[in-house]
Nanobody
Framework: QVQLVESGGGLVQAGGSLRLSCAASGLTFIRYAMGWFRQAPGKEREFGAGISRGGGTTDYADSVKGRFTIARDNAENRVYLLMNCLKHEDTAVYYC??????????????WGQGTQVTVST
């Protein structure tokens, strides 16, 4: 049974930083590209960042480029999202996701339950 468990969310002031972590189990982690998505209240879920199986390729939505960094540790079966210079509009539930094949912005196979990030002004 595949499980993706996010952690690290919370309340932070605008301009601050958070690091999200996602622990994967029940799958051969190195065979999966990983992504972080987010969903704000009243909005559709959107792609945030993605990373290839080996970690050599990353992709970022324009809204987070230059502020967020995605990384993975294949020895620990974990993927991270380091978020700097947080803005109020980054407030959302953040989801970790896994997909076979190359890194992409859609067609993910497995999803975590999400972790809330709230950025106060």
């Amino acid at each position: 049974q595949v499980q993706l468990v996010e952690s690290g969310g919370g309340l932070v002031q605008a301009g601050g930083s958070l690091r999200l972590s996602c622990a994967a189990s029940g799958l051969t982690f190195i065979r999966y590209a990983m992504g972080w998505f987010r969903q704000a209240p009243g909005k559709e879920r959107e792609f945030g960042a993605g990373i290839s199986r080996g970690g050599g390729t990353t992709d970022y939505a324009d809204s987070v480029k230059g502020r967020f960094t995605i990384a993975r540790d294949n020895a620990e079966n974990r993927v991270y999202l380091l978020m700097n210079c947080l803005k109020h509009e980054d407030t959302a539930v953040y989801y970790c996701a896994a997909k076979t094949g190359v890194v992409a912005r859609r067609l993910y196979d497995y999803w975590g339950q999400g972790t809330q990030v709230t950025v106060s002004t």
